[in-house]
């Protein structure tokens, strides 16, 4: 079944996100689930978009890598881990939640193909 092209959807629907760290930044990468979505991630998801939506956990500058190749972005989030792991007293000192609230951004995509009985890719 196709869903129509043209709707605000959000990210998890189409893509899925890793998150790392290394001192007080997080790195995000985001993979669609479907090659076909890069286009849509590399459109919508921009480098304002993701610090919008992350706010105030990120207070430093968001940078935007694209890996087409891998049909991935990579976001350098600076200033987003209260110093880093071995400073930080936040319960989240890896930042592992941070692609899980960017992957709640909707954003406009093309046509989905949504299957109930197979996985993505």
Known sequence: ???P????TPLHEIAHARAGDKGDTSTLSVFPYRDEHYPDLVRELTAGAV???LGDRVRGEVVRHELPNLCALLFVCRQSLDGGV???LALDA???GLS???????IEVGEIEVSPSSPPR
């Open 86 to 88: 071995t400073t930080s």
């Open 1 to 3: 079944m196709r869903v």
């Open 94 to 96: 890896h930042g592992k």
């Open 51 to 53: 610090r919008r939506h």
């Open 5 to 8: 092209a043209n709707r605000r």
């Open 100 to 106: 899980s609230i960017l992957l709640s951004l909707e």
